[in-house]
């Protein structure tokens, strides 16, 4: 199985940066959750957000073509030292034009150029769907548009557990790609908990929470409604994330469990837990 860290890098020269954060910010329901103000229009989230997170994960990016000038809009809404991950366009991993899809990804760059130019893009996310399984076919779709994205920051989560191999964690290192650690329910089938490190500058965790019913239906409102506990934060906190943190420089955590705004009280829970071990 897979190797527990990844060997031959060079150990950081100062601490690894962890950023907690949550995958999207603007959902109505969070209003109505008492996360933000009553009223609370979209258009006003992004700051109010910001001044409790240091970092988001933008996942509008992966339903709709980002656009440089929205992009920017949304940059100056947001502190200096705010940070951005955003995740891959569907047409580029789910709904895939084999005729197309080359311009798709020119256009995803384009659409980012603001993040980039401004030094606040951490990680482009590659998330993969769960039949994306590790066919020759899909291996080198895979490595065809990691080419084509190369350049930017890239991290890929795996859904299938086909890719939970030693030499596919070892391509990702030399292309320095960030292997994403999923906390997700223990499925057959389903890409395992693993806090492989594959590169030095990014480690990139997203906590989709355990609600093993609603990953077995397929339906998202019950797959991300979750609460976690202490104790399963506490795993990352005192375990987990140690290990990863002393091979990296630096690190995003993302809640993505956002049907009733525990994604940001998990994360407000894990912030709690890293910083009382002098991790955040």
């Known amino acids: ?56 994960e933008l996942n509008y990016t992966w ?27 569907r047409s580029l991993t789910h709904e895939v034009d084999r005729a197309a899809w080359r311009g798709e990804a020119a256009r995803y760059r384009e ?7 401004g030094g606040q893009l951490l990680a482009v996310l590659l998330q993969m769907p769960p039949g994306f399984d590790r066919t020759p076919e899909r291996r080198a779709y895979l490595g065809a548009l990691l080419e084509a994205l190369e350049g930017l920051p890239l991290a890929v989560e795996f859904r299938h557990a086909s890719w ?14 960030t292997l994403v650690a999923v906390d997700t329910p223990a499925l057959p089938g389903l890409f395992p908990r693993l806090e ?39 795993e990352w906190s005192a375990q987990r ?17 956002h049907v009733r705004a525990q994604a940001p009280a998990d994360a407000r829970q894990l912030m709690a837990q890293l910083a009382e071990r002098g991790l955040l």
Request: net charge positive.
């Open 196 to 234: 492989v490190v594959t590169n030095p500058e990014l480690i990139y965790v997203r906590f989709h929470g355990r609600n093993a019913g609603g990953w077995r239906s397929g339906n998202l409102q019950r797959q991300f409604d979750y609460d976690y506990s202490a104790a399963e934060l506490l």
């Open 111 to 117: 659409g980012l150029a603001p993040l980039v130019q």
């Open 1 to 56: 199985m897979a190797k527990p860290e990844t060997e031959g890098f060079p150990l950081p020269s100062v601490p690894c940066r962890l950023r907690v954060g949550t995958s999207g910010y603007s959902y109505a329901e969070w209003v109505e959750a008492g996360f933000y103000p009553p009223g609370t229009r979209a258009g006003r989230m992004l700051p109010l957000y910001a001044a409790q997170f240091p970092v988001t």
């Open 241 to 257: 994330l140690p290990r990863m943190a002393s091979q990296a420089r630096s690190g995003v955590l993302f809640f993505n469990n």
């Open 164 to 177: 939970a191999l030693d030499r596919v964690f070892a391509e990702l290192e030399r292309r320095r790609v």
């Open 63 to 89: 339903y709709q073509m980002p656009r440089a000038e929205a992009v920017e809009r949304m940059r100056q809404g947001a502190p200096p030292a705010f940070r951005f991950t955003a995740k891959l366009t």
